[in-house]
């Protein structure tokens, strides 16, 4: 099991009061300034960087994964300098991109529902994960380079939401796979 983005190994029990807790697990609500608590690097050229990512946690019982994965914003490593609205909406898109990427990689798990094995299942889930980040990465990197107005972050506010929409049916933090069994899965 990997935790992705600064995050290494951390888990986060509900125990937490959600608005003290570290990390901010996406919601269709949105972040706000009290969510950038790290101290603002004066030298970036950035007015707020966002770190977020992609947490996932895998246990198996039985004959059975299950598997969460969730888009988080790590509150102590997220800074902002200009709190102005713009800001404030050009950094809610990159956690949307985040929680779009977490959906298609829940929907990819279940391209691989029938082959998964308790043999088989962590080398799959890792090289998923891997494709998740990768996939996370470029399209982050693609919407910083690319919104340099209003009228193109609009374009890309709505676009992500209508791909996050279309998601839906993947919306769910918790997936449950039951494993094949070894010795079936080698007959077929």
């Known amino acids: 099991m990997r935790t992705l983005f600064c995050l290494a190994g951390i888990l986060f029990l509900c125990s937490f009061n959600k608005d003290k807790a570290p990390v901010r697990e996406w919601t269709r609500y949105n972040i706000n300034y009290e969510d950038f608590r790290a101290s ?3 030298k ?17 019982e039985d004959d059975s994964a299950y598997i969460r994965i969730v888009a988080v914003l790590n509150r102590h490593k997220s800074w902002i300098k200009d709190k102005s609205p713009e800001v404030l909406n050009h950094e809610q898109g990159h956690f949307n991109i985040c929680e779009r990427s977490v959906r298609m990689f829940r929907k990819r798990i279940y391209t691989y529902e029938e082959q998964l094995t308790p043999k ?3 080398s799959v889930m890792n090289q998923l994960l891997d494709e998740a980040t990768e996939s996370n990465r470029l399209n982050q990197n693609m919407y910083e380079n690319s919104v ?16 996050i929409d279309k998601l839906e049916a993947f919306s769910g933090s918790l997936i449950v796979i039951g494993l094949k069994d070894q010795q079936l899965s080698s007959l077929k």
Request: net charge negative; proline share 0%; with cysteine.
């Open 40 to 42: 603002a690097d004066k």
């Open 44 to 60: 970036s050229n950035f007015d707020a960087v966002t770190e977020c990512g992609i947490k996932y946690e895998m246990y198996i």
């Open 120 to 122: 088989n299942i962590e």
């Open 148 to 163: 340099e107005d209003e009228r193109v972050q609009q374009y890309w506010d709505k676009l992500i939401i209508e791909d």
